[in-house]
């Protein structure tokens, strides 16, 4: 029962981790559009 809400809790942080580097980084944001589009 402990390790699942350990392994959630872990995503969770990484998840908004995440969203704060894509906050920071909207130009790779621009690069990945331009090369998913292109």
Known sequence: ???PIF???ICK???LTF???MNH???YI???EK???G
């Open 13 to 15: 942080v990484q998840i």
């Open 7 to 9: 392994e959630e809790s």
């Open 30 to 32: 621009r690069v990945v």
């Open 19 to 21: 969203f704060r580097k």
């Open 35 to 37: 090369f998913h589009s």
């Open 25 to 27: 980084g909207r130009t």
């Open 1 to 3: 029962m402990v390790v």
